[in-house]
């Protein structure tokens, strides 16, 4: 068996090719130091190791003896996990868009031995097909080109940097403070795209992008200009979330939702499982329950926490990162692997699992047909089989079954029970276990406010647990890592670890009032500025140096996951609002200036930047509570902000020591109290529930 020095790497990406004929080596300057001294370009790959085509691109190229040969022998090759360093995907990335329009993963780029890029792409078949060169095709001609035509290659590399640098640089000259008008502009683009009928804004594939929701509530709750567009910004939210949560994007046995659908109806999913879908799609669950109280949200959200405490959570605290979406259908036979065979069910199954009387009630509620229920499938893995979704209501299959829906709805659940257990003796899907910092702490603030707003105790010891385990392995010497496996913890942290995670140690304290969880918010937040702020022109570098990259970036786009920057525009804003300090709101507010000139004709490339923007635009709005935490009367004033969708305001506890401007609400109080303010300008105090909820109405 083949082994190159992969081998040596904790990523399970990079450790999945570590047997490849492929002499590949992990970035660095070795690798680019050999480059040099043999003088042959660089051919870096690009993936993760949860990724389809990834995969398909390793069995039909890198495990071929063939190609190998043809890139051990022209080539230096560089494997590159995309989730380890996100500013080598980011630079390449834009590279790769920049010159052919579109990207994805796998990514292919060739560059020089100083890595600058002159040619790539993504996945590419083996040979000629679907109108791409093949593989092999491709690295013979560019082989050739680098000793035929070495001078035109390296004459193009300058100038294709020079339009890099451009593309990736913000005018600053132009910025100007933001105006309102921005936010009605960003609602009119999502408008015009949102799917009425099936949910969702744009046609297929669909992805979910929670940052959407995030701005369309809050544009909702604070700015929209009549009931009419209120109540029009949170429907386009509430009905997409219904809608994803009926169709088989969504895990119906287990919990927790797949990467996107393929169609415009939510049904034929990628199967793979992302972390930071199952963290974003929680809170946006946990909200739309808060706005309407409709527990079927909250039953969702209750559902992506047992998937995520049950498959997804390190023995430590910690979450891993990702599933993948092809497993083996047979044991037997391990690598005859297929898109979703975890997840998918043939009749039969069902009804040997069930019974008959139990599985037709489950057949009549998820759409299961005996042939199978899948017509559009191009490479036959769904023959034969039922991808699970939500055909009939409960009430539906009461009703056409003659029985008590209450009867009905213990026999399904007595159903997901079955299948469920049956469903974890087949080969599970490949686990990408690496903690990342980033991701865990979009996880650790979903579940911090799960525990909140449902009042679920467990929920925020899963936060405190996963919060204390980045905090002891991840924060060294106030450098924040970014990933964590097998017992090492590596890799300086970029804006977006730093970012995420003191926001979700904030978070935690606004469910446990506990100080400590601030005290920490708030070092990590003043470490991100200092590491990352450009101080001259504003907003936030992505990486904390260039680290021998040829650009440095400013994650400028909100798209599966919310950028750097607008996380740090958030979590500043917050904790500003908290602790009085002017340095972060600053910071912030320079950032928003910053970016202004890409806001204002492209508001939808940053939504959750314009929830930041949404909290500079007025006052500071804190909600303090006065009084012991422990007894009853603090309890329901607790409850009774937590249960209520107030995006505006920050939760805390009168805290002298660590909040000066409370030091009034305490002298000489008995009992609970709550104030309701704008900078600590407070509104007299209340002790009532009632009082309080006419305050915050």
């Known amino acids: 068996m083949h082994t190159n020095p992969l081998i040596h790497e904790k990523s399970p990406y990079l450790l999945q090719h570590a047997h490849n004929p492929v002499d590949w080596q992990p970035w660095g300057e070795a690798a680019f130091e050999r480059a040099r001294a043999e003088d042959k370009p660089v051919f870096l790959s690009i993936g993760y190791s949860t990724c389809h085509w990834c995969h398909v691109m390793e069995r039909e190229s890198f495990e071929s003896e063939a190609v190998a040969e043809l890139l051990n022998r022209h080539f230096i090759s560089i494997k590159v996990d995309r989730e380890e360093r996100p500013d080598i995907d980011k630079v390449y990335m834009t590279f790769v868009q920049a010159t052919t329009g579109s990207g994805g993963w796998p990514m292919s780029v060739w560059m020089t031995p100083d890595a600058k890029p002159f040619f790539g792409g993504t996945y590419f078949p083996p040979d000629n097909r679907y109108g791409r060169p093949g593989f092999s095709?491709?690295?013979?001609y560019i082989a050739n080109a680098w000793l035929s035509r070495r001078d035109e290659i390296l004459g193009s590399v300058d100038q294709i940097l020079g339009e890099l640098a451009k593309h990736t640089q913000i005018d600053t000259s132009t910025g100007t403070w933001l105006d309102d008008s921005v936010l009605d502009s960003c609602f009119a683009v999502f408008r015009r795209s949102y799917d009425s009928r099936l949910g969702g804004?744009?046609?297929?594939?669909?992805?979910?992008?929670?940052?959407?929701n995030n701005f369309l509530l809050r544009y909702a709750r604070e700015h929209a200009p009549a009931d009419t567009a209120r109540h029009e910004a949170?429907?386009?939210?509430l009905f997409t979330l219904r809608e994803m949560a009926k169709g088989g994007m969504y895990d119906h046995i287990g919990g927790g939702f797949h990467r996107y659908s393929v169609d415009e109806r939510w049904f034929v999913s990628h199967f793979e499982k992302m972390l930071y879908d199952q963290a974003q799609l929680a809170i946006s669950y946990l909200e739309a329950f808060q706005l309407t109280g409709d527990t079927g949200f909250s039953a969702v959200a209750r559902d992506i926490f047992d998937y995520v405490r049950r498959d997804m959570t390190d023995s430590g605290g910690g979450f891993y990162s990702a599933e993948d979406a092809d497993s083996a259908a047979d044991a037997s036979k391990p690598n005859e692997k297929g898109e979703g065979a975890f997840y998918i069910w043939a009749a039969s199954e069902l009804e040997e699992a069930l019974g008959a009387g139990r599985a037709a009630l489950f057949q009549e509620r998820f759409g299961v047909e005996a042939g199978g229920n899948v017509t559009a499938d191009p490479h036959g893995e769904f023959t034969g089989r039922n991808i699970l979704f939500q055909a009939r209501t409960a009430e539906q299959v009461a009703a056409r079954a003659g029985r008590p829906v209450e009867e009905v709805e213990g026999e399904l659940a007595a159903a997901r029970a079955i299948l469920l257990d049956r469903r974890a003796q087949r080969p599970r899907p490949h686990l990408d276990d690496k903690i990342l910092t980033c991701w865990n702490g979009m996880m650790i603030s979903a579940f911090a406010r799960g525990g909140s707003i449902l009042g679920d105790d467990s929920l925020t010891g899963a936060a405190s647990a996963a919060a204390r385990f980045v905090l002891e392995n991840l924060w060294k010497d106030g450098v924040l890592l970014r990933r964590y496996r097998d017992g090492e913890a590596a890799i300086p942290g970029f804006l977006e670890d730093y970012a995420f995670f003191a926001q979700a140690l904030r978070d935690l304290y606004e469910v446990t009032f506990d100080g400590e969880w601030l005290d920490h918010a708030v070092e990590i937040a003043a470490?991100?500025?200092?590491?990352?702020?450009d101080a001259a022109a504003g907003g936030f570098?992505?990486?904390?140096?260039p680290g021998g990259l040829i650009l440095r970036m400013k994650d400028d786009y909100d798209g599966a996951e919310p950028s750097g920057n607008s996380a740090a525009i958030e979590v500043l804003s917050r904790l500003s609002a908290m602790t009085g300090r002017e340095d972060f709101r600053k910071s912030a507010e320079r950032a928003l200036e910053a970016f202004s000139p890409k806001l204002r004709p492209a508001p939808h490339a940053l939504p959750q930047m314009l929830v930041g923007y949404l909290l500079s635009r007025r006052p500071a709005g804190q909600v303090v509570l006065a009084g012991d935490p422990a007894s009853a009367g603090f309890a329901a004033l607790a409850r009774e902000v937590r249960k209520r969708f107030l995006p505006e305001y920050v939760l805390m506890r009168a805290d002298p020591e660590r909040f000066p401007a409370t030091a009034a609400m305490v002298t000489g109080e008995r009992?609970?109290?709550a104030y309701v303010c704008r900078n600590f300008t407070c509104e007299l105090p209340v002790a009532s529930v009632e009082q309080l909820g006419e305050l915050l109405q």
Request: aromatic residues 12%; neutral net charge.
């Open 137 to 140: 095709t491709l690295l013979e």
């Open 201 to 212: 804004f744009g046609g297929a594939p669909k992805f979910p992008r929670p940052v959407t």
């Open 234 to 237: 949170a429907e386009m939210v």
């Open 527 to 533: 470490a991100m500025v200092a590491r990352f702020e």
């Open 541 to 545: 570098f992505s990486s904390a140096d």
């Open 671 to 673: 009992g609970a109290k």
